[in-house]
């Protein structure tokens, strides 16, 4: 017998919005679980697309450390930011980029797509290299306190493999561009 990969096995009862604000909605959705027993499952929607950046130059590329309010502590990422639904995800990374780097590129490309923590949301991440950077004057949000620094990939890579890095979006990012460079293709 073939698996049918489409067919949800969860049904649902009912659900209702717990919280709004203008960057997630949480829906708390009654159901019965895929084995039939009575549940509840919280999903948390993003109202914007995650949208990351790998601004490179050579062999090095731009992080931006910010203090991150949800995890109490300070992250280094790659540049990185919210994208509307209805704009296109590269325009998105454009103002990204130009917003926390102070930069412009003339090459982009896509690198990859994930869900950034598909067991509670819909989160969508869309993640491009960008090479070509002239510079101008960053533009941060006033919800951003960022410094900005260029590592090499190299260096990237062994903040990822220590723990220093812990953004997913960033280690998906650098460990694909990481492995391009391995196989030649960067």
């Known amino acids: 017998m073939k698996f049918d990969y489409t067919r949800n096995p969860w049904t649902l009862i009912s659900e209702e919005v717990k919280y709004e604000n203008p960057w997630i909605k949480l829906t708390e959705h009654k159901v019965l679980n895929p084995k039939g027993g009575d549940g509840i499952y919280g999903v948390v929607h993003f109202k914007h697309l995650a949208i990351g950046i790998v601004a490179m130059e050579n062999e090095n590329l731009w992080l931006v450390g910010q203090y991150r309010f949800p995890l109490n502590q300070y992250s280094w990422e790659i540049p990185e930011g919210g994208g509307k639904h209805g704009v296109s995800p590269l325009e998105s990374a454009k103002r990204e980029l130009l917003e926390e780097v102070g930069a412009e590129a003339d090459y982009w490309e896509e690198i990859g797509r994930s869900h950034l923590s598909n067991s509670v949301s819909d989160e969508l991440a869309i993640l491009y ?58």
């Open 129 to 186: 290299l960008a090479k070509g950077l002239k510079y101008t004057t960053a533009e941060p949000e006033d919800t951003e306190e960022l410094r900005a620094r260029q590592v090499s990939l190299l260096e990237a890579y062994e903040m990822v493999k220590q723990g220093e890095i812990t953004d997913s979006m960033s280690i998906q990012a650098i460990q694909t561009l990481y492995i391009r460079k391995l196989e030649g293709h960067l």
